[in-house]
């Protein structure tokens, strides 16, 4: 029997939480990946989800933990290793379709500091295919340190930090369409 890793912990509380809210009907699981890279010996787990009584824009939203060797190192190897490099990367991405003004994403930026706080690193993306006139926009927030077990609390406060991003987030782009 092996002892959980900080990771697969986290793993589980955020997918419990996740499907809770599946088998509640307030949102739809539609991706979810649990990659181990042998090569270099890490781990990245996500799961895609979007409110299941959703209009048109729909917003998607991913929640992402990642733990690499030096972070499992540090916590199976306590001894030769500084406790703080223990625990995970998590990263948050909100995906939607069409926008390229920049005074929309200067107000996806306020609403989403609105919500998250200032302290957060929020930034923005679009990615345009020409030949098939596909403008895909991607809104990401990382957390300036490692997330650990301690802080499991947190993640499932998170989710529902993650649930008003995209209700605003939604509205917003009704309001402008």
């Given at each position: 029997?092996?002892?959980?890793?900080?990771?697969d912990?986290?793993k589980?509380?955020?997918?419990?939480?996740?499907?809770?809210?599946?088998?509640?009907?307030?949102?739809?699981?539609?991706?979810?990946?649990?990659?181990?890279n042998?090569?270099?010996?890490?781990?990245?787990?996500?799961?895609?989800?979007?409110?299941?009584?959703?209009?048109?824009?729909?917003?998607t939203?991913?929640?992402?933990?990642?733990?690499?060797?030096?972070?499992?190192?540090?916590?199976?190897?306590?001894?030769?290793?500084?406790?703080?490099?223990?625990g995970?990367?998590?990263?948050?991405?909100?995906?939607?379709?069409?926008?390229?003004?920049?005074?929309?994403?200067?107000?996806?930026?306020?609403?989403?500091?609105?919500?998250?706080g200032?302290?957060?690193?929020?930034?923005q993306?679009?990615?345009?295919?020409?030949?098939?006139?596909?403008?895909?926009?991607?809104?990401?927030?990382?957390?300036?340190?490692?997330?650990?077990?301690?802080?499991?609390?947190?993640?499932?406060?998170?989710?529902?930090?993650?649930?008003t991003?995209?209700?605003?987030?939604?509205?917003?782009?009704?309001?402008?369409?």
């Amino acid at each position: 029997m092996f002892d959980p890793t900080a990771f697969d912990n986290m793993k589980v509380v955020i997918e419990g939480a996740l499907y809770d809210l599946d088998l509640a009907g307030e949102i739809i699981i539609t991706d979810r990946n649990d990659i181990v890279n042998m090569a270099k010996m890490s781990r990245i787990f996500d799961i895609h989800f979007q409110q299941s009584s959703t209009q048109q824009p729909i917003v998607t939203a991913k929640l992402e933990i990642k733990a690499e060797l030096i972070n499992l190192a540090a916590e199976l190897l306590p001894n030769s290793m500084s406790q703080k490099q223990a625990g995970c990367i998590i990263k948050l991405q909100f995906y939607h379709h069409g926008l390229t003004d920049e005074a929309q994403f200067k107000k996806i930026q306020e609403i989403f500091i609105d919500i998250w706080g200032e302290t957060r690193q929020i930034s923005q993306s679009v990615t345009l295919t020409p030949s098939k006139s596909l403008i895909h926009n991607c809104i990401s927030i990382e957390f300036d340190r490692l997330i650990s077990e301690d802080q499991m609390d947190d993640l499932v406060e998170m989710i529902n930090f993650m649930m008003t991003s995209i209700v605003q987030l939604q509205s917003y782009l009704r309001e402008i369409s």
